[in-house]
């Protein structure tokens, strides 16, 4: 997997669409620099993320990636105080909790109860299909560690 990655101080000449989620309409890839001539300004870092790799990206920093070929990767952020409208914004743009089904008080809610709304929101077809994808994915991990004959 490559991946660029850009520091907050760089955020001017990238095309964030929205800052909080740090969303930009550029291909950092395969930029057009006629549309978007600040991109060219950009300094960034650019690696290779190998199987088994682990990365940690700094809160506030752009990135992209790009897989060349099919693969698995796992992403995470976590979800607290300072963060929670932005993740929320994520979880609803997935398209498998409906805005409806959250409460019209939900930007009052404390970070733990409006976790706790947002998983209760979760379909539980879903839930099931996430419980079925990752018990694939762990039973594959299993044999592919299991010595070959």
């Given amino acids: 997997m490559d991946i660029c990655t850009y520091r907050p101080f760089q955020l001017m000449h990238l ?5 909080y989620l740090l969303s930009s309409e550029v291909d ?7 549309q978007h001539p600040l991109f060219a300004k950009a300094k960034y870092i650019e690696f290779e993320q190998l199987p ?3 990365l940690l990206i ?5 990135h ?3 897989n060349p070929e099919e693969c698995l990767a796992i992403s995470s952020q976590f979800f607290n105080s300072q963060n929670v409208k932005m993740v929320t914004e994520e979880i609803l743009k997935g398209g498998e909790v409906q805005r409806s089904k959250i409460s019209k008080d939900f930007d009052n809610y404390t970070p733990r109860e409006q976790v706790a709304a947002l998983a209760k929101a979760i379909p539980k077809s879903v839930v099931k299909k996430g419980k079925e994808v990752t018990e694939n994915i762990a ?10 004959l």
């Fill in 64 to 66: 992209q990636a790009y």
């Fill in 52 to 54: 088994g790799e682990l």
């Fill in 58 to 62: 700094p809160t506030g920093w752009f």
């Fill in 28 to 34: 950092a890839f395969d930029p057009d620099l006629e």
């Fill in 139 to 148: 039973k594959q991990f299993r044999q592919s560690q299991q010595p070959r």
């Fill in 15 to 19: 095309f964030l669409t929205c800052l």
